[in-house]
């Protein structure tokens, strides 16, 4: 007998706002380009992420399709297809594949069928872990230990939004847009700067220092533990009230306008942080834009361009080794007039604290 797996519900995390926020804001506008999440062990990084992902709005797929095309504007060198305009598709969830550190390249990229190839002397594309994320999220958990080149497959992915295989004088190639989501503890080395800066937003993550935050931690987990089906049903109503903002933020996003002093705005906080490169003000743009979309706004405003840049740059700036470190907080205060940006996804400075009723604690 199949047993129902329950997954820690994203409304009953306590004590990691910025986190929520910068999930919430890729889930909003898929092209911010992911998260990276860097913290100690034991803070609930990977528990967050998985929560998150199994929240996202469904994907309509084409069916029979190994490779999630849209039926409304499927992939001409899919290849399984070409798919017929209205070819039959269902609705399914989105995705959340997991990229082992120690995967060799063919499980990332693909590979041929072997069986196919000797018994059948055909070449049968066998698709990968690249195909497997395409509309949806692929999560590398210790992305700093990742191999250097599946950082190479990972960069060039994430940069052409395909995936190209030869094997065997066979070329196959296919779309691969995802959501990269990356998690790492720092004390187990950094990361390459290459793969660091295609990361749209980064996240540092501590444990809370506060003893009734922490209590309250192990209070919720303690709850899921021993009774899975009761917990997540106690929050399954604020999960799916975020489910339908993030959709509704979604279909938003194209009417929010972004003024050319807004612009101007981003432009000159993103060259006070001496980032390298374009890539962080198009961040910047792309996160004030869905971060407007969340709270229902059709302008961006300086809470916005604040809210994205402190998710955006703090971990594209560039730093001499003997530089002394200045907070990223205070520089966004002095050049956008100390707005206060947005505390996390619910609007609740405590970060979800309060259960939603006195049986979930």
Known sequence: MEVEVHVYPFG????????????????????????????????????????HAALLPPVTVVDGCRFSCDPDAPDQSCPDGPHPPGAASHVRPVRLVELPVGAAEDRVTGALHLGKALADR????????????HRGVLYVDEV????????????????????????????????????LVGTMNPEEGELRPQLLDRFGLAVDVTAPRDPHMRAEIVRRRMAFDADPAGFTARWADRDAEWSRRVASARELV??????????????????????????ADLVTARTAIAHA????RLEVTREDIAAAARLALPH?????????PTSSDDLLDELLGGDDPDPGPDDDPGGGESAPDDSAA
């Open 316 to 324: 594209r700036r560039r730093r001499n080794p003997f530089d002394a």
């Open 144 to 179: 700093n230990l990742l191999h250097d080149h599946l950082v190479d497959l990972l960069l060039d992915a994430a940069a052409m939004g395909r995936s190209t295989v030869e094997r065997d004088g066979v070329s196959v190639e296919h779309a691969s847009r995802f959501v």
């Open 122 to 133: 055909t070449a049968e594309y066998e698709p990968g872990l690249l195909a497997l994320a």
């Open 293 to 296: 979309a969340w709270h229902d």
């Open 12 to 51: 009953a995390v306590v004590g990691s706002d910025d986190l929520a926020l910068a999930l919430t804001l890729c889930a909003v506008s898929p092209t911010i380009g992911g998260v990276l999440v860097r913290g100690e062990k034991g803070t609930a990084k990977s528990t967050t992420v998985r929560a």
């Open 254 to 279: 194209p009417q929010v306008a972004l003024s050319d002093d807004a612009l101007v705005s981003i432009a000159e906080v993103c060259a006070a942080f001496d980032v390298d490169g374009m890539r």
